[in-house]
């Protein structure tokens, strides 16, 4: 488990990361990162779990707030067979028209 310490410039400590890895043979399973606070209380954490099928579920702690998300398979590389993506679309055509900037988008 490293541990970085961070320090201002009058050399007082302001916090400190510690991260964890673990593995399943060559493949890595879960990654923890815990971040404490000058007073060396945890400020926050994030988990990333990997199942085995590939799917993940990523933990978030901050304070009394915790958030969790869920990620289906991975599909890095991958595609359905079909090239097709509405969002790919419409940010090519974005890129391709010249649209006037709105009066109040300027500030």
């Known amino acids: ?4 310490t961070s320090y201002d410039g ?3 400590r302001t916090g400190s990361r510690t991260e ?6 060559s493949e890595v399973t879960k990654r923890s990162t815990q971040t404490r606070g000058p007073d ?3 400020t926050g954490t994030t988990t990333t779990e990997t199942n085995s099928d590939g799917t993940q579920t990523i ?3 901050s304070g ?7 990620i289906g398979e991975e599909t ?6 079909s090239l097709d993506s509405p969002a790919r679309d419409a940010m ?3 890129k391709t028209h010249n649209y006037p900037i709105a009066p109040w988008a300027l500030g």
Do not use: F
Request: hydrophobic share 15%.
């Open 20 to 25: 964890e890895t673990t593995y399943s043979g």
């Open 76 to 81: 890095e590389g991958e595609t359905s067979g």
């Open 64 to 70: 009394n707030n915790k958030r969790v998300v869920e």
């Open 40 to 42: 060396d209380k945890v």
């Open 92 to 94: 090519d055509d974005i």
């Open 59 to 61: 933990t978030t702690t």
């Open 1 to 4: 488990m490293p541990t970085t």
């Open 10 to 12: 009058d050399n007082h």
